[in-house]
C-alpha cells in the first residue's frame, strides 16, 4: 500500500461545535395542538350530550301536552252524554271546546263513530297522529313538525280512552298553541342544559387538562430542551404511577443513556484526532522502513535475503492494519452506487484478488446462467474479496486440507432479493467465535488478522437494504449468505 493510498483513506473528523442557548417563547397554542384539539372534542361531546337530552323531552312535553288535551276533551263528552238526549247548544259546545283546548270531539266505541262536538271548516285536512301505536322514529320527529310546521297545521290525535267505555277517543287541535309552549319549553330547557353540559365540559376538560395536558407539556418541554442542549439539567420526573408518570421515568432513562453515547462519541471523535495523527506519523515511519528494506534488497548478504521476507510480511501487516482501522474509522460508507452486473464477472474478478488458484484453494461456481445483481461493483467486489480471502486462509492453516479446498459460489432469486451463498471446505468457525463474528476485532480466522473485514462487509451489505449472515457452520466448513434487493 503506497503512502497516497493511505492518505485517501484517512478519516474526516467534524470539530463539535457548541449549540446556541434555546430561547423561550410564549405562544399561544397552535390550532393543531393537542389542547385546542381537546376543547373542541369536549365542545362536540357536550353539545351532543345536549342534543340527546333536548330532543327526547321535545317528544314527551309534546305526548304530555296532548295527553291533556285527550283527557280534557273526554271529560267534556262525559258531560255531553249526560244531558238528555246529548243535546248541546251551540254556546255550550264552544265553551266545553275552548276549555278542552280543541276544536272537535269524536268518541269511537265497537266501530261506530260518535262526533259529540263538531268541527269547524279547516283551511288544510290535519294531521293524524295515533298515540296508541307509534315508533320511535316518528315520536322524536313529530315535535320538530310542530315547530317548523306550516302555520294553519292541525293536528287529529286518536288515544285509547281513560275514563269512560270505548275503543277510542279522538281530538281535533289546532297546532299552533303546542307550536308556542313547546319553543318555550325547548328554550327554558335547553339553556338549562347548556348550563349543565357547559359546567360539565368546563370540568371534564379542567381534569384532562391537569391530568393529561399539563404532564405532556412537561415532557414536550424536557424533550425541546435536550433537544437544544443535551447537557442542561434533566427536570426530575413525577412520581405518578400511571402511564403518564411511566412516560416520564423511560424518557429520563432514555436522556440519560443518549447524553452518555455523546459523552462517550465525543471522547470517540478526540481519540479519532489523535489516531489521525499518530497515523500520520505511523505513514511517515512506514514510507522509512519500505525505502530502507527496497535497499535492503540489492545486498548481496545472504543474511538480509533471508531476513528480508520476514521484514516485507511486517510491513504488509502494518499497512493492512492501518488500512483496516481507517476504513472501519470513516463516519460512514458512500452511497451505493447501483448497476445491474452480471455475477459471474463480479465473483471471478473477487476471486483473482481473494487469491484463489486451481492449484491450491479454488473457485466453483454454481451460478445460473446470466445471473444478474443490482449493486455497486466496489462494494459488492470488497464484500465478496472478505468472504473469499477468509475463507481461502481458514483452509490453509488447516493441517489436514494440504493447502487445497474449494469455495463454491451459489445464487437465486428469492421473492424480491438475490441470495448468494458462499460456501467452503474448511474447518469451520470456533462455536465461541460464531455468535461475536461480525463485531470489531473479531477475527477466525487467522492469528494476525484485524478482525474488520466481515464488519466491514455487513454494512457494505446494509447500505444496499439486504444482510449479510452466518447461514452455519461445522466441521464440513462454513457458509455466509448474502442478500441484496432485486
Request: proline share 7%; aromatic share 4%.
Amino acid at each position: 500500500m503506497t503512502v497516497g493510498e493511505m492518505q485517501s483513506h484517512a478519516p474526516e473528523f467534524t470539530p463539535v461545535t457548541e449549540r446556541p442557548e434555546p430561547r423561550r417563547r410564549f405562544a399561544l397554542p397552535s390550532p393543531d395542538g393537542l389542547s385546542v384539539r381537546l376543547l373542541v372534542l369536549t365542545v362536540v361531546f357536550t353539545l351532543s350530550v345536549v342534543g340527546l337530552i333536548i330532543v327526547p323531552s321535545a317528544a314527551s312535553f309534546q305526548e304530555r301536552w296532548l295527553m291533556d288535551r285527550l283527557q280534557a276533551a273526554e271529560l267534556a263528552s262525559v258531560g255531553v252524554e249526560a244531558l238528555p238526549y246529548s243535546a248541546v247548544e251551540d254556546t255550550t259546545a264552544e265553551q266545553l271546546l275552548s276549555i278542552g283546548g280543541v276544536q272537535s270531539v269524536v268518541v269511537g266505541e265497537q266501530g261506530v263513530r260518535r262526533l259529540l262536538l263538531q268541527a269547524p271548516n279547516l283551511p288544510r285536512a290535519p294531521e293524524l297522529i295515533d298515540l296508541r301505536q307509534r315508533n320511535i322514529g316518528a315520536r322524536l320527529l313529530d315535535p320538530w313538525k310542530t315547530l317548523f310546521g306550516h302555520p294553519d297545521r292541525s293536528l287529529r290525535v286518536q288515544a285509547a280512552p281513560r275514563y269512560r267505555s270505548g275503543d277510542l277517543i279522538e281530538i281535533l287541535a289546532p297546532a299552533q298553541p303546542l307550536k308556542k309552549e313547546l319553543a318555550t319549553f325547548l328554550r327554558n330547557n335547553l339553556a338549562v342544559a347548556l348550563l349543565i353540559a357547559a359546567v360539565a365540559g368546563g370540568l371534564l376538560y379542567a381534569a384532562l387538562s391537569y391530568l393529561v395536558l399539563q404532564p405532556l407539556g412537561r415532557v414536550t418541554r424536557s424533550i425541546e430542551r435536550f433537544a437544544a442542549d443535551p447537557e442542561s439539567p434533566a427536570e426530575p420526573p413525577s412520581s405518578r404511577r400511571d402511564e403518564i408518570g411511566r412516560v416520564e421515568r423511560e424518557l429520563a432513562r432514555m436522556q440519560e443513556e443518549v447524553r452518555q453515547s455523546l459523552r462517550s462519541r465525543a471522547r470517540l471523535a478526540a481519540l479519532g484526532e489523535a489516531v489521525a495523527k499518530i497515523n500520520h506519523d505511523l505513514r511517515n515511519m512506514l514510507t522509512s522502513a519500505q525505502m530502507a528494506s527496497e535497499r535492503l534488497s540489492t545486498s548481496s548478504d545472504p543474511l538480509v535475503a533471508i531476513a528480508l521476507p520476514r521484514l516485507e510480511r511486517a510491513l504488509g501487516r502494518a499497512s493492512t492494519l492501518a488500512r483496516n482501522v481507517l476504513a472501519y474509522g470513516k463516519t460512514e460508507e458512500p452511497a451505493p452506487q447501483r448497476q445491474k452486473m452480471l455475477l459471474a464477472r463480479a465473483v471471478a474478478a473477487a476471486a483473482e484478488d481473494a487469491g484463489l488458484e486451481p492449484d491450491g484453494v479454488k473457485l466453483v461456481r454454481d451460478l445460473p446462467a446470466r445471473f444478474t445483481v443490482n449493486a455497486d461493483p466496489d462494494q459488492l467486489h470488497r464484500i465478496l474479496v472478505n468472504l473469499m480471502r477468509n475463507a481461502r486462509q481458514a483452509i490453509e492453516a488447516n493441517p489436514e486440507s494440504g493447502g487445497k479446498g474449494a469455495i463454491t459460489v451459489s445464487a437465486a432469486t428469492e421473492g424480491a432479493e438475490a441470495a448468494i451463498l458462499i460456501a467452503d471446505d474448511g474447518p469451520g468457525i470456533p462455536p465461541r467465535l460464531a455468535e461475536r463474528l461480525f463485531e470489531p476485532f473479531v477475527s477466525g480466522s487467522k492469528a494476525d488478522g484485524t478482525g474488520l473485514g466481515l464488519t466491514i462487509s455487513r454494512e457494505l451489505a446494509a447500505n444496499h437494504g439486504g444482510s449479510l449472515t452466518l447461514v452455519d457452520t461445522g466441521p464440513w466448513g462454513a457458509r455466509f449468505e448474502l442478500r441484496l434487493p432485486v
